[in-house]
């Protein structure tokens, strides 16, 4: 029983770190495209 | 985005999915437990496939890394970047699940054990090689630091790969290569290797179009 504990952390550390590292990048792209967006912006102001 | 690459990124997570969700039957309702280790080793399914893509992406970070020299176009930087940054959380992962199965298997979490320490080393490698960018003055002297240690942190690459058999270690030898695993083992090992290789290919293609689109948008803040 104590190694299907071990077993169950090994594979919910393997996923939560998975999922977080594509969280990470999500974000990234979320705040990228903010400032695209801003950039836009600006520039159609120039206009 | 052009079309082309849309169908390409669909087509890659379809299959990544589709293997992934085969790895996991395989792993939990297809392989029989082994004897001596228990449901323990089941960890080993994950564990050795994370190592091969790990080393896999330092592998490239090298090539990268030697074209980014070579050439100095920023294109082979941002892959040798993204591709080291999915290597080491690869490698963090090997060496979580690596700590875990240790716990279970040899009583302890870790042990000076040679293979165990240059994977560390490794680990510690690749991640001064993601620091080191952060602290360079300029964008160009911070992907050729990178680079310089991307080639040179390849170095440990084989010491981790030949440790079981250069030294005595604790750690098991490469079982896949010497026949010590059932066929069913090794079904489940090699379709655990193909999923994870899909996942780094995904991971690294996207990461790579983000930094890409990142430096556009530093060098149009710029003007």
Known sequence: MENMCFLFAAYTIIWAVVFGYVFYLYRKQRKLQQEINLLKEIMNKQK | MKGKDVLRDNVLLGLGLVLMIAALYLIFIYVPTEREMGVVQR???????LAWVG???FVF??????????KRAMKWDILAHASAEVGVVFITLVLITGTVWARSIWGVWWT???RLTATLVLWLTYLAYLLVRNYAAEQTQGARFAAVLGIVGFIDVPIVVLAVNLWRTQH?????????????????TLMCIAAFTVLYIIIVIQSASMKN????????KDI
Not at chain 2, 43 to 49: A, D, L, R, W
Not at chain 2, 61 to 70: C, G, N, T
């Open chain 2, 61 to 70: 970070v090298f090539i990268f890394s030697i074209l980014y020299l070579w």
């Open chain 2, 213 to 220: 689109l990142e430096a556009e948008v530093e060098s149009l």
């Open chain 2, 172 to 188: 098991p030898p490469a079982l896949i290569f010497e026949g010590g695993i059932t066929s069913s083992m090794l079904l489940t």
């Open chain 2, 43 to 49: 960890i080993f399914y994950f564990h050795v496939p």
């Open chain 2, 112 to 114: 000076w054990d040679a």
């Open chain 2, 55 to 57: 080393m896999l992406a």
